[in-house]
């Protein structure tokens, strides 16, 4: 058995999850979604890469893998992945000093007075304990309550239904998330997407709604945005049997999701987008986007290629850029920037390889140029796309730190004074 050639293989797999996780593969070819899972899975979970890597060399050492050279290099190679491994911990946990920064920048210096600092300290300490660190995916939490696909239309298709996450214990007029998925607008579940930011909320007091919606190819934009607009007029008429508040929703989601959100967050009461329901009010009083994608057109030319483009144009889309400008226009969060929007905390990972950071921070420069309402942004350090789809240390601190901004939204806006008197306080 050629141990020491299986080692040195071994530990070339390794080293390159570790370096998909430093420098990911963002120019579109057959190694971009490759290099975007090795890079996502070694990023967030790093300790157990160096756990699953230091059993491989203790079995390979002990089967007989350094009596040759190939070993030998394949120990240098191992050692060299464990050091980089390592470094990505502290990494993570600047996340936190990221996150808060961000807060003080939008919100101010005392906006953890004026929401519950008993509460967000309690959020900060409760946010995925150790046990769940160990333990990534375990995605329940036996305090919250999940009552699953429930119809928001009467229509019958399978895509209409919606999941509630409410707290075991009685709750009544509570803040209300909803939570729109991602998956490149094509693939994902209501299911599969910020359970650990849901499950928190939950957990502290906060209905969370997770809603599904037609995907393409098998309809086009602006379909996907309607059936959210649906969620949210099924949110306001029926949210109180849960016991949320009708009148305090914030709208939340990653990728697709995080460019959904920020539209219905954008375009609260326009008719093109609530067929039937015109009359409806689809505002929403806080939006916090994951790693969206903001504008269709590309007009700050921030993609790293063309492939996003085509793909827009032939699957979500379904027309052409150069033909339809304007419908491009209209779809992208970037050109529906105005000075009534709610307060927002985008949040990208400044490793993400499938949809630009630089196009995220066009983003927040627009919307702190037009809107009147806070605007945070934390530019989460070594975080690739999806970084908060399972429990991590860094999932842990931007969860805390949506807490601790919604907390104080909803303080806010108790209080009476709204996203103008809180944009004073920046």
């Keep these: 058995m050629p141990w020491p050639w299986l080692f040195l293989g071994v530990t070339l797999v390794g080293a390159w999850f570790t370096f998909n996780a430093y420098l990911p593969h963002r120019r579109l070819g057959p190694l971009t979604i490759p290099s975007f899972f090795a890079g996502w899975l070694t990023s967030e979970l790093s300790t157990h890469h160096f756990a699953w890597q230091l059993a491989a060399t203790v079995f390979f050492v002990w089967m007989g893998a350094l009596e040759a050279w190939p070993g030998w ?12 491994l390592l470094a990505m911990v502290p990494v993570s946990g600047r996340a936190q000093h990221v996150v808060e920064e961000a807060l003080l920048d939008a919100l101010g210096d005392d906006y953890a007075r004026e929401g519950a600092p008993a509460l967000a300290e309690a959020a900060r300490a409760a946010a995925a304990p150790r046990g769940r660190l160990l333990n990534p995916f375990r995605l329940h939490d036996p305090d919250v309550q999940r009552i699953g696909d429930v119809a928001y239309e009467p229509d019958g298709h399978p895509r209409h239904r919606l999941d509630v996450y409410r707290p075991r214990a009685d709750v009544r007029d509570a803040p209300v998330l909803l939570q729109i998925h991602g998956g490149g607008w094509v693939i994902g579940d209501k299911r599969q997407q910020a359970l650990p930011l849901m499950l928190h909320l939950a957990a502290r007091g906060w209905i969370c709604v997770a809603t599904n919606y037609r995907r393409s190819p098998q309809v086009a934009f602006p379909e996907h945005l309607v059936d959210c607009k649906r969620a949210l007029r099924w949110i306001r008429e029926h949210i109180a049997e849960y016991g949320g508040n009708p009148d305090f929703v914030v709208a939340t989601g990653g990728s697709a999701g995080g460019h959904l959100s920020s539209m219905v967050a954008l375009t609260a009461g326009d008719a093109r987008y609530q067929p039937g329901f015109e009359g409806v009010d689809t505002s929403v009083q ?11 057109t590309n007009a700050h030319e921030k993609w790293a290629h063309g492939g996003i483009q085509s793909f827009l144009e032939r699957v979500v889309m379904q027309k052409k850029l150069d033909e339809q400008r304007k ?100």
């Design 73 to 84: 290099l394949g120990l240098g190679i191992t050692l060299a992945s464990w050091v980089g």
């Design 286 to 296: 806080a939006c916090v986007p994951f790693y969206g994608v903001y504008d269709f």
């Design 327 to 426: 419908a491009f226009e209209d779809a992208s969060p970037m050109h529906r920037v105005h000075a009534d929007a709610p307060p927002f905390f985008v949040i990208h990972g400044s490793h993400d390889s499938l949809a630009p950071v630089e196009e995220a921070r066009q983003f927040v420069r627009r919307l702190r140029r037009n809107s009147r309402a806070p605007v945070a942004y934390a530019e989460v350090p070594g975080a690739q796309h999806a970084f908060e789809v399972f429990h991590s240390l860094r999932t842990r601190h931007v969860v805390a730190g949506v807490d601790r901004f919604l907390d104080c939204i909803h303080a806010r806006w108790r209080a009476g004074t709204g996203p103008a008197a809180a944009a004073s306080a920046r």
